[in-house]
Each structure stands twice: as structure tokens, then as C-alpha cells.
């Protein structure tokens, strides 16, 4: 054999493999980086792909704008007259009228009022029903957003919602009774509960840093846009069975004809250990972006960016588990999920009490509702614009006193005439805040949590804004300037707390708990 023969058969000869030095000093070994930097420096933090998906997936918002205050049409007390010489027609309720001297204007059937005798005595069912629905949202955001957390994923958590909001909807019509009417809207309230939850999350998580913040704040537009659908729809639709169902169609249509397009979220598969199918989806949105992710670069944790062993994008690496309890045993997440729900908390007793009190206006109801759906966009609009150049904490702080001084302002103002106005623009301009904070809070949360942890966080954050949408109707029934004043201290107090939470502005998605508390010990000026 000649020695050029010879050279050849080492070259391949697995055991004096004349390459594998190389290799094995690292010039072939894949470059680590973490799902931000592939975004910015690859993929493109907000392109077509992004725009698409997340389009796809926030028009499951408005779904829930739809589903949440569908009770306002449906629950609404309708107008009376009589119908024979013995009824009072000058009276302004029909409590104490004899019993068949009256009859409703739009039949018995033209809501649940009417229909299961909700008046005079029976009057809190229909306050019992509001908060039974809250409550159930209450359970589904701490159940679907531990379990988008686990095994079953941010899309298939949403997927199992969207499609159990369609038949509970469909089914709340065909009920019998008051009580089967009441267990519907609670079963509505806890897949409800999980659908913006885990719409925000899935939607947000593939786009980047740069991107995310405006975006996040983008996904309330349709929310209202939801809305004012429903005012609509209820237009068209009056009686409250034929409105239950016509307002659970576009779920039903949302199920069969957009959720076979929207793709689970690539960090939910890394922190899971699914690299294999992370790198696939990520090689999706650069082509669809017209980028080009080469091949040498692979996706890593950010606690293994830094490692220098060998890199696996095999299934087998074992997938870090985040619960509730790993959030409250480290004290810096516990801090800030604490804070977190108090402030959720006290924002949306604010927002759903000024909405709840926009109801006795005593205008046309539909454009009425329409109005206060388009009122909260610009302060969507305004609060995006400037999110990235403030910042969130002191957005967050400045929102919530913007609206809980104008609420102590509205309980100042006593008296008829005039009063009035200023109290109506008093509650417009709270709302108008608040409205903006609400929005922001969702952004700012998501933002406060690695990924392993951050739906179950978020969950939590949630429920307690589902906790202060149960209250809120109790604070407006106290009536004159008590629910103001309320208001008012509630966003105030609110501001102050916020200023404890740390700046997340142009900072990364940790994904890791142990990635997020390395990283904050070696950049303290993080939490200040």
C-alpha cells in the first residue's frame, strides 16, 4: 500500500481520525445563545412571522371581551309597562305593582331578568351571577396558567380554553333555570379566566426585546375591539338565548379556522427540553422573515449560554420544572409576586368599578358600551407609544395616580348640575388611566418572571385581578362619593407600590430560575 493510500486510511480510521482534534478543540463545536440574542442577531425580533402569530392569537382576546361582558346585555333589567287600569304607569320601579297589571317591552325573554323574575327581592341574584363568573375566572387563570407551565404547554392550554368557551357559551342558552344559568356562567368564567392568560403569553414569547414591550400593550386593542362587537351583536341579537349563541360563534369559528395555525411557543419547548423543535420553529420565523439562521447556532438556556461542556439539542436533557412554590421559596420572586397581586389587585377594582358606574348614565345602552370600548384605545395607544422611552415602572406609577386623582377629584364633587359633568368626566379620565395601567400590568408582569415560572406568576396576578372585579360591583352599590373615594385610594396606593418593583425596560426573558438569580446578583442596579 503506498503512503498517500495509507494517509487516506487514517484520515478515516476511527481510531487515528487525523480531523477529530480539531473538532474536539471546539472549531466545530455549535455556538449557545439565548432565545433573545437568536431573535436579535438572526431571526429578527418582529417580523412577518411574529406579526402574524401574533395577530392569530390575540383575536382570542376579544373573544374574552366578548364572553366577559356579554352579562351586561343579557343581565340587563328591561322596560316595563302596564297593561291593565290597575298598574301605577308613573311608578319608577315595578316592585309593589299587582301581580299581571304590567308586562315587559320586549317579552319575557328578552333577558335573564325578566325571564327567571331577577327583580324587587330576587334583584342580587344578578349580582351573585357577575361575581360567580369572576370567580370562575378567578380559578381558570391560577389552573390554565400552572398548567400552560407543565407538560401540557402554552398551546395546548389555549387550544383546551378556546374550545371550552365555545360549548359553554353555546350551552349557557339552552338553560332551564336560574341556577343552571348561574353554574354555566361560572363554567364560562373559568375557561374564560385562562384565555387571555394564555393568549398574552403564547403571542408574546416568540418576539424580541425590542419589540416586546409595544406589542404586549397592543394585545388590549382587541379586547375592545371585542367589545364593541358585542354591542353589535346584542343590537341584532336582543333576546338573551339568541345572544349567548350568536356571541359564541366567532369562538366557534376562531377553534376550526385559526387555531390550526398558531404554533406553541419555542421558549415553552427549550425550558421543557424540546431543542430539537425549538431550533425548528425558529428556523420558521427567519425564513418567514427572510433571515437566514446558520447552522453552527443553536438555542441554550441562558444559565447554559456560559457552559462550556458539551451542548446536547437532544429531548433527553432533562426539562427544568417551575411551580408556584419555586416562585415563593426564592425571596426576590416571592417579593415581586406579592407585589405583583396586590397591585393587580388594587387596579382592577379600580378599572371594573369606573366601568360598572358608566352603566347608569342613563344613555342608549349599545353605543353606550360601544363608547366606553373605543374611550380606552387611545390611552392603549398613548401608554405604547411611550412605554420604551419611560419605562415601565415609572409609567405604571404615573397611570395609576393619573386616575386615582381625578377619582378624588370625582368624590369632591358633590351636588347636581354641573356636578354631574364633572363627576361623568371625572370617571372618564380615571378609567382612561386605568385603563392604560391594566394593559401595561400584563406586560410588566410577564416581565418580572423566567419562563419556567412566569404563566403560574402570571396566573396569580390574574386571579387577583379577577378577586377585584368580584368586589368592585360591591364598592359601586355604596353609591354618592364612597366608590370614588375608594377608587382613589386604591390607585394611589397602587403607585406607591409599584415603586418597589425593579425597571425590566430593555432587560431579557430569563428562562431559568437560576439563570434570573445569577443574573440579578451580578447586576444590581436591575432591582433598584
Known sequence: MSKSSSVDQNLHDGD???????????????????????LEKYCGDFGWWQFRHFVLTSFAWALEGIHTMVMIFADREPGWQCSTNRCDSTGKSVCGLESGSWEWTGGAASSTVSEFGLICGQKYKVGLIQSLFFAG???????????????????????????????????????????????????????????????????????GQSWRGVAGMSTFYFFSIGIAALSAI???????????????????????????????????????????????????????????????VVLALDNEVNDDGPNSQSESREAPNGSLLDVLRLPLTR?????????????????????????????????????????????????????DKLGRKPLAIWTMWFSGIFCLAGSLAKGDGMWKVVRMVCGVLGIFGMAGT?????????????????????????????????????????????????????GIAGGLLVMYLPETLNRPLYDTMAGMEEAEAEKPSIIS
Not at 378567578?138 to 368557551?165: E, P, Q, Y
Not at 353554574?183 to 414569547?205: D, K, N, Q
Not at 369559528?253 to 387555531?259: A, C, N, P, R, Y
Not at 423543535?277 to 439562521?293: C, D
Open 137 to 207: 375566572c378567578m380559578i381558570g387563570a391560577g389552573v390554565f396558567g400552572h398548567l400552560s407551565d407543565s407538560k401540557l404547554g402554552r398551546k395546548g392550554s389555549f387550544t383546551i380554553v378556546c374550545i371550552l368557551n365555545a360549548i359553554f357559551g353555546c350551552l349557557t342558552a339552552f338553560s332551564s333555570d336560574y341556577w343552571t344559568y348561574t353554574l354555566f356562567r361560572l363554567l364560562s368564567g373559568f375557561s374564560t379566566g385562562g384565555t387571555g392568560l394564555c393568549a398574552f403569553v403564547l403571542a408574546t414569547e416568540p418576539i
Open 16 to 38: 487515528g481520525d487525523l480531523r477529530s482534534p480539531l473538532i474536539a478543540d471546539g472549531y466545530s463545536k455549535p455556538k449557545k445563545v439565548t432565545m433573545d440574542q437568536m
Open 335 to 387: 417579593f415581586r409576586l406579592f407585589l405583583a397581586v396586590v397591585i393587580n389587585f388594587l387596579c382592577s377594582v379600580v378599572y371594573y368599578g369606573l366601568s360598572l358606574n358608566a352603566v347608569n348614565l342613563g344613555t342608549n345602552l349599545y353605543l353606550n358600551v360601544a363608547l366606553n370600548a373605543v374611550a380606552e384605545m387611545p390611552a392603549y395607544l398613548l401608554t405604547a407609544l411611550v412605554l
Open 234 to 296: 346584542a343590537y341584532f341579537f336582543q333576546t338573551w338565548r339568541s345572544l349567548y349563541i350568536a356571541s359564541s360563534v366567532p369562538s366557534v369559528i376562531f377553534v376550526i379556522l385559526v387555531l390550526p395555525f398558531i404554533h406553541e411557543s419555542p421558549r415553552w419547548c427549550l425550558v421543557r427540553g424540546k431543542v430539537d423543535e425549538a431550533m425548528k420553529i425558529m428556523h420558521k420565523i427567519a425564513k418567514s422573515n427572510g433571515k437566514h439562521l446558520p447552522d453552527g
Open 438 to 490: 391594566y394593559n401595561l400590568l400584563f406586560v410588566y408582569s410577564m416581565e418580572l418572571f423566567p419562563t419556567v415560572v412566569r404563566n403560574a406568576a402570571l396566573g396569580c396576578a390574574t386571579q387577583a385581578s379577577q378577586m377585584g372585579a368580584i368586589l368592585a360591583p360591591l364598592v359601586v352599590v355604596l353609591g354618592g362619593g364612597i366608590p370614588f373615594f375608594v377608587f382613589a385610594v386604591c
